[in-house]
């Protein structure tokens, strides 16, 4: 069945099935959907935007905090294995600490996330140091050890 409407034909069946379609596809979304639904008052938006923002750039630091370990673990390898102050058994160890690390990273990234988004909601902002300190403190940890096993082995 088509119609005549300001010279165009449309078929107005197939149009409103596929709104249908599209109402249950959105109606199912809705239902299964783990966001939240705000007010967007003041800075609402802003605010989960930024929050986001922030998520991204520790998701971002985990990521090259894993890079550097597998970059050390990597050139360490190229050492050869047969000298006598070879680094090439400590490799492993510190790139491994790095990859540690960077999954903490992202976990506590995780964790931020989440828990600013859930304190937001209620109109508050944590502002959260915890975090910045012990990543701080593991990062400096790790990087002191590799000074140390380099400086003492060679």
Known sequence: ????????ESSCACESVHHEWLQQLFAYYRRISPSLLLENKGSVARDHLSNERTYLAWLRTSLSIITVGVAITQLFRLESPNDS???????????????GLGIVFL???????????????????????GIVIIGAVGIMAVL?????????IL
């Open 107 to 129: 976990l506590f990234a995780v964790a931020r996330y989440f828990h600013t988004q859930a304190v937001m909601a209620e109109g508050k902002f944590p502002a959260t140091r």
């Open 1 to 8: 069945m088509s119609t005549m409407t300001n010279g165009k």
């Open 144 to 152: 002191v050890a590799i000074f140390v096993i380099v400086v003492t």
């Open 85 to 99: 102050n070879s680094l090439h058994d400590m490799g492993r160890p510190l790139g491994g600490a790095f990859l």
